[in-house]
């Protein structure tokens, strides 16, 4: 055998072996991205629904912060008139 053959021999094994190294890497990145997709999902939603809570909780303390500040107001008038 040549020394040639034996060159073209060892380097075809070695581009198989690098052939399927990277065809396992393809398909882990690809479940990685999927899983990825998942969590990015899954946050979004999470946000979403903490967004329609502050959105809710705001719409609600807003009068009440009014009146608050009303009755606030009023006992200071109260007072002065008292005096």
Do not use: C, Y
Request: charged share 20%; hydrophobic share 55%; net charge positive.
């Amino acid at each position: 055998m040549d020394w040639a053959q034996i060159l073209v021999i060892i380097l075809a094994v070695v581009l198989a072996i690098f052939l399927i190294l990277g065809i396992v890497l393809a398909v882990l990145l690809i479940r990685i991205s999927r899983q990825i997709k998942s969590v990015t999902n899954s946050a979004q939603r999470t946000v979403n629904q903490i967004e329609h809570t502050v959105a809710g909780i705001s719409r609600l303390t807003s009068p009440l912060l009014v009146v608050q500040t009303l009755k606030n107001f009023m006992k200071r008038k109260g007072r002065k008139r008292e005096q």
